[in-house]
Each structure stands twice: as structure tokens, then as C-alpha cells.
């Protein structure tokens, strides 16, 4: 299982990114997918998640703000994240759980910086 994110960068405060997160080497329609961030000295902690069937839940200090979506067909996975503030700069995570190898399984992350 391979995930792979692109569309992080540099952006200032107010502005807005849309991460994506291409997965291959799974049944993608068949999964959970999520957004993780962690900061700098910061435990790792959840953004959003999107069930099989299109059932989202997001972390208490992106909720009205950013928006997870599915793409069965690109086998892709979106972080819509608008009103940027300076506490959402971090390393962003996606992730999935594959029911076959019943393993977790991480992409490589990709750098959100929001400048004040």
C-alpha cells in the first residue's frame, strides 16, 4: 500500500490549500481515509477522516474550516482547508486502514506553513 499527498506549501494567514492524497496497492473504495497533522514538538493528532460509504468526522480545531472528500474513482483523497490560521502549520499525514493486511499505513507527509 502506497499513499502518496501533494498540495502542501507555503500560504499566508486567511488563505487556503487543498491536499491530495493518491493511494495504490489497496481497494480504496473499500477504505477509511484520513488527514493526520503533527507540529513541531506536538503529538500526531487527527484533522479528518471519511468513511467507505462517505461518513466524515474532523478534529475540534478544523471543524466549519477544512473538508475531506473521496474520490473512488481517482483512488484520491482531499483536505480542503480554508481560513488558514498559524496553529495549522505541520506536517500532514494521510492514512488509511487496509481491511485485507488489517494494517495501518501512513504517506510521507507534506509541509503546511501558515505565515501570520
Known amino acids: 500500500v502506497q499513499l502518496v499527498e501533494s498540495g502542501g506549501g507555503l500560504v499566508q494567514a486567511g488563505g487556503s490549500l487543498r491536499l491530495s492524497c493518491v493511494a495504490s496497492g489497496t481497494m480504496f473504495s473499500f477504505n477509511p481515509m484520513g488527514w493526520y497533522r503533527q507540529a513541531p514538538g506536538k503529538q500526531r493528532e487527527l484533522v479528518a477522516r471519511i468513511s467507505a460509504i462517505g461518513s466524515t468526522m474532523y478534529g475540534d480545531s478544523v471543524k466549519g474550516r477544512f473538508t475531506i472528500s473521496r474520490d473512488n474513482a481517482k483512488n484520491t483523497v482531499y483536505l480542503q482547508m480554508n481560513s488558514l490560521k498559524p496553529d495549522d502549520t505541520a506536517v500532514y499525514y494521510c492514512?488509511?486502514?487496509?481491511?485485507?493486511?488489517?494494517?495501518?499505513?501512513w504517506g510521507q507527509g507534506t509541509q503546511v506553513t501558515v505565515s501570520s
Open positions: 492514512y488509511t486502514w487496509d481491511g485485507r493486511t488489517r494494517s495501518d499505513y
